[in-house]
């Protein structure tokens, strides 16, 4: 009996751990802010009400969740401007992982066919430039996008333009910073999924008289779907609450909910309004991981 009762706190250990991982970094926080979500705000220290009373005991908790409304939810619901810069941030974060997968899938597919003593050099360019400090690398596109930057001066000398090309402080811009700070996101995971790739597949296909464009379409990108969509998701998820870039590449015109968020904390100092823009974006995050989970699932199933 003890050895059966030891065979099974080790199955329990083994899910608990990370179970426990889950709630102490992400549940207990999360628990948090949505308190401060469902708060009212105040002129105080911390900046809302109701704030738990710990000698109080259970009357104490009581007079808190009794506390609590929805107001902030439905201010972000009825206020323009919190839906405008959801949409914003969803159409910029769309549009930005549909260039990544345009721009990534040839560079994984260069990669993952390239002569193997090549491609851990391959990997190493790919991710050696972005061990540098996030911050300094988007400065150093304003450098290159601003009206006498790199760009503008290359363009004139090569005699393509006459006068230079108002790009900063643009959506193009933004798209641009996107596209270079979440590249590896998407490259790596399709240069995994395709280095495996066996292309003993490939060769059959066109055995069988499929053109490259056939084979590539029936076997190649198939068999790399999961690839693409696990990097389609490591570039949406941190996108739509990208801060940084929009804020110095797009100019004041660039309203997303992550310059949202920042500006009702810091700014207005308003910890309840913030807070419920956080947990808004959260589900907004969570619904692809959860579709994705799912159409995984039925994939699996399948005979």
Known sequence: MTGRLRDALRRLALPAVPLLWLLAFFGLPFAVVLKISLSDPATALPPYTPVLDWDAGLAGWADVLAALDFENYRTLLADPLYLDAGLTSLTVALCATLLLVLVGYPIAYAMARAPKAWQPLLVALMVIPFWTSFLIRVYAWIAIL??????????????????????????????????????????????????????????????????????????????????????????????????????????????????????????????????????????????????????????LERP
């Open 146 to 299: 601003k009206s006498d930057g790199l760009l503008n001066q290359a363009l004139m000398a090569l005699g393509l333009v006459r006068q230079p090309v108002e790009i900063l402080n643009t959506p193009a811009a933004v798209m641009i910073g996107m596209v270079y700070a979440y590249l590896p996101f998407m490259v790596l995971p399709l240069y995994a999924v395709l280095e495996r790739l066996d292309r003993g597949l490939i060769e059959a296909a066109r055995d069988l008289g499929a053109s490259r464009l056939a084979a590539f379409r029936t076997v190649t990108l198939p068999l790399s779907w999961p690839g693409l969509v696990a990097g389609a998701l490591l570039c949406f998820i941190p996108i739509t609450g990208e801060f940084i870039i929009p804020d110095l590449l797009g100019g004041t015109d660039t309203l997303m909910l992550g310059r949202v968020l920042w500006s009702e904390f810091f700014s207005n100092r308003d910890w309840p309004l913030a807070s419920s823009v956080a947990v808004v974006l959260l589900v907004i995050v969570a619904g692809p991981v959860v579709l994705f989970r799912e159409a995984e699932a039925r994939r």
